[in-house]
């Protein structure tokens, strides 16, 4: 399934047809499709393959520079925007840059992957913390850390479909529930070993009252106690392709 839609993506640029003029910015359709074509279930990715469809993704990021949220949009559509704009520009730096080991040998002394401002939206550039910490966090929603991918191997995984505010919520809470019962966190009833993630953004799985631990008993297939003892594991920035 994956051959053949590779070559549907390949036939549409010798044929030199332009899907995204018809696309509804909302659906993703040309982002969803080269996830399907690149990324495997477990969240890895054919950079490699990626790189030779180049301008496919350039064109995507285009549509998404020329049509950036406005006040029109609901809270999802926005979201679901940002979190795929997140991941397509950070798959960009990572072709641009290709081949390399890590997302964290791009750039020098005095800048780093995620504060350099490269990404377009609405003809202004970004970087991918302006996306994730200034704006997708700032809308009260924690799941989204589950969606954004940083191209590392301890990061949760890149979903082989686009975010789509029409299934958003369904989308997020599957994501959440696939990174807390990953591999990326050992979990048992009285001993947790978690992601770095949980450390490093405690105070977004704290609001309302809520602990770390109530928050991933949510989405566990372990009933976790409170009173749990919490180690975290190493994280890997290695890139996480296939």
């Known amino acids: 399934m994956r051959i053949f839609r590779q070559i549907i993506l390949v036939?549409?640029?010798?044929?030199?047809?332009?899907?995204?003029?018809?696309?509804?910015?909302?659906?993703?359709?040309?982002?969803?499709?080269?996830?399907?074509?690149?990324?495997?279930?477990?969240?890895?990715?054919?950079?490699?393959?990626?790189?030779?469809?180049?301008?496919?993704?350039?064109?995507?990021?285009?549509?998404?520079?020329?049509?950036?949220?406005?006040?029109?949009?609901?809270q999802a559509q926005k979201k679901a925007y940002l979190i795929n704009a997140y991941n397509a520009y950070t798959v960009k730096l990572i072709i641009d840059n290709y081949p390399l080991e890590s997302i964290r040998d791009i750039g020098g002394f005095f800048s780093n992957p995620f504060s350099t401002e490269f990404a377009k939206i609405g003809r202004k550039a970004y970087?991918?913390?302006?996306?994730?910490?200034?704006?997708?966090?700032?809308?009260?929603?924690?799941?989204?850390?589950?969606?954004?991918?940083?191209?590392?191997?301890?990061?949760?995984?890149?979903?082989?479909?686009?975010?789509?505010?029409?299934?958003?919520?369904?989308?997020?809470?599957?994501?959440?529930?696939?990174?807390?019962?990953?591999?990326?966190?050992?979990?048992?009833?009285?001993?947790?070993?978690?992601?770095k993630i949980f450390k490093w953004y405690a105070s977004d799985f704290e609001t309302d009252g809520n602990s770390v631990i109530k928050f991933i008993n949510s989405y566990s297939d372990e009933n976790i106690s409170e009173n749990a003892s919490v180690s975290y594991l190493s994280y890997s920035w290695k890139l996480n392709e296939m």
């Not at 302006?130 to 890149?158: Q, T, W, Y």
């Open 127 to 195: 970087s991918l913390d302006d996306i994730e910490k200034g704006m997708l966090l700032k809308m009260g929603d924690p799941r989204v850390h589950f969606a954004v991918n940083c191209a590392s191997e301890s990061c949760p995984k890149l979903a082989d479909e686009a975010y789509v505010a029409s299934k958003l919520d369904e989308q997020l809470n599957a994501a959440a529930r696939s990174f807390v019962n990953s591999n990326k966190n050992k979990l048992s009833r009285t001993d947790v070993e978690l992601s």
């Open 11 to 74: 036939s549409s640029l010798i044929l030199g047809t332009n899907p995204l003029q018809a696309q509804d910015i909302h659906q993703h359709q040309q982002w969803n499709q080269l996830l399907e074509t690149y990324v495997d279930a477990d969240g890895n990715v054919n950079y490699k393959a990626f790189k030779q469809n180049e301008k496919r993704l350039d064109a995507y990021l285009s549509l998404l520079n020329e049509n950036p949220p406005d006040k029109s949009w609901t």
